[in-house]
């Protein structure tokens, strides 16, 4: 069990923010079979042809401890960095940095031999992974990620709500059934693990990911103290949206429609546009539409403007479509 002793300036700084790496890393636990290959048997046929051309040993021996990942491969996160933010904290791990996690979870001398190179030399090879872990990124992530992002939104929105009416006694018992919290204790209740850390005025960052179902992470660190959890709908995530039948289209018309199928996820204009070969004016122009008739609410997500279906929208949908 880990336990995590919370101050008032801790309780003011838990948060929220998405971390590319963290998706990256749980997916590679994924790829290897460790966990949740059958909710993700979409995104492994499409992901292992692309990666065919990389040598990922080194990726899955880094990752092959069962309790315990690299710390430089868990960066500080700040709401709104890219994967190409986070990759340069990676690269700028010192030596010490990259040791210590093969120090403790590998006896002396009992390093694999194919990490040999990074332990011996974290300097020089430290850039060569980071090239791989940028090329695995473009491969397999990069592809789903405004898909990702999407179910990102959609668990940041719930939590806010969960928030704002429970409290923060409310927001982690909703978050996972390995959380408990209690007085100024937050307690993850991991095996393998006893841990006692005082926060110290740094707060929580939690960190919501697809991959790492239906597992957590932690990391407390003294900069920074986060949980990696299961996305909220991480179950619909590959599922296609609903074709709309003729009626609906008759109704509303086809574009419109086809916005209402896809919005079953928070998405911008920019990605429904794509989604549909319009421009973004024209699909500007159809969720106007349908925000008035109260199909579609808009919310902001920093500079982006994010359009979901309401409830009507979705029971018109619901009432009135197929799967593919």
């Known amino acids: 069990m880990i336990e995590l002793v919370l101050g008032t300036l801790d309780l003011a700084k838990v948060r929220f923010a998405r971390s590319p790496m963290e998706e990256l890393r749980n997916s590679v636990y994924v790829l290897a079979g460790r966990r949740g290959a059958d909710l993700h048997r979409p995104w492994i046929a499409m992901a292992r042809p692309r990666l065919a051309g990389l040598d990922l040993s080194v990726l899955f021996t880094l990752l092959s401890l069962e309790h315990g990942f690299p710390g430089f491969l868990n ?33 002396p001398g009992e390093v694999p031999a194919i990490l ?153 204009t920019t990605e429904l546009a794509q989604h549909l070969g319009v421009t973004p004016a024209t699909v500007s122009e159809h969720l106007a539409v349908l925000r008035v008739n109260h199909l579609v609410r808009s919310r902001r997500s920093g500079r982006v403007v994010l359009y979901e279906r309401t409830e009507r929208g979705a029971g018109l949908l619901s009432d009135d479509s197929v799967s593919p």
């Open 116 to 268: 040999r190179p990074l332990y011996d030399d974290p300097a020089r090879e430290l850039g060569p992974f980071c090239d791989l872990l940028a090329a695995y990124w473009r491969a397999a992530i990069e592809p789903v990620w405004p898909r990702l992002c999407a179910l990102h939104e959609a668990d940041f929105a719930h939590r806010s709500t969960t928030l704002t009416g429970g409290g923060l006694a409310s927001l982690f018992d909703d978050l996972h059934p390995r959380i408990e919290y209690a007085g100024d204790v937050l307690r993850v209740l991991l095996p393998h693990h006893e841990v006692r850390h005082t926060v110290n005025g740094v707060g929580v960052l939690l960190k919501p990911s697809a991959f790492i179902w239906p597992r957590l992470s932690v990391c407390d660190g003294h900069d920074q103290v986060s949980i990696g959890y299961p996305v909220r709908g991480v179950g619909r995530l590959w599922e296609e949206a609903p074709v709309p039948r003729a009626p609906l289209a008759e109704l509303v018309g086809r574009s419109r429609a086809a916005l209402l199928a896809l919005l079953d996820l928070p998405r911008s």
């Open 75 to 107: 960066p500080m996160t700040e709401p709104g960095e890219t994967f190409a933010d986070q990759l340069d904290r990676v690269r700028a791990t010192d030596d010490a940095g990259v040791r210590c996690y093969f120090d403790e979870g590998w006896a």
